[in-house]
């Protein structure tokens, strides 16, 4: 079965730059139809969506965090990674990464194959 699986520090510094990668078994990183996804929940508060990486390396990155964010992916490792520079206190959150799944022809889409999660703490 398809599984991705988080990893990086643990502990990173105001202002210094966030690198998590997400490793993925089971699958080529391969396909119209996935969306590599990084999402993330900060403590006591919802899900946030964080952007995505296509197949073709297309990017995707919320509006709010845009500015930050860079994705990208090493196919020959089977890897997605995630940058977030300026990180602040409140950037503070567990990083998921996933496999999102969009199909235009009949519109089914999802949010599938969720690694556990890796806990980043932002120190002052």
């Known amino acids: 079965q398809v599984q991705l699986q988080e990893s990086g520090p643990g502990l990173v510094k105001s202002s210094q730059t966030l690198s998590l990668t997400c490793t993925v078994s089971?699958?080529?990183?391969?396909?119209?139809?996935?969306?590599w996804t990084w999402i993330r929940q900060p403590p006591g508060k919802g899900l946030e969506y964080i952007g995505y990486i296509t197949y073709g390396g297309n990017t995707n990155y919320s509006p709010s965090l845009d500015s930050r964010t860079s994705i990208s992916r090493d196919t020959s490792k089977n890897q997605f990674t995630l940058q977030l520079s300026s990180v602040t206190p409140e950037d503070a959150a567990v990083y998921f990464c996933?496999?999102?799944?969009?199909?235009?022809?009949?519109?089914?889409?999802?949010?599938?194959?969720w690694g556990k999660g890796t806990q980043v703490t932002v120190s002052s």
């Open positions: 996933a496999r999102g799944f969009y199909r235009d022809y009949d519109g089914r889409s999802g949010m599938y194959s």
């Open positions: 089971g699958t080529a990183m391969t396909g119209t139809y996935y969306y």
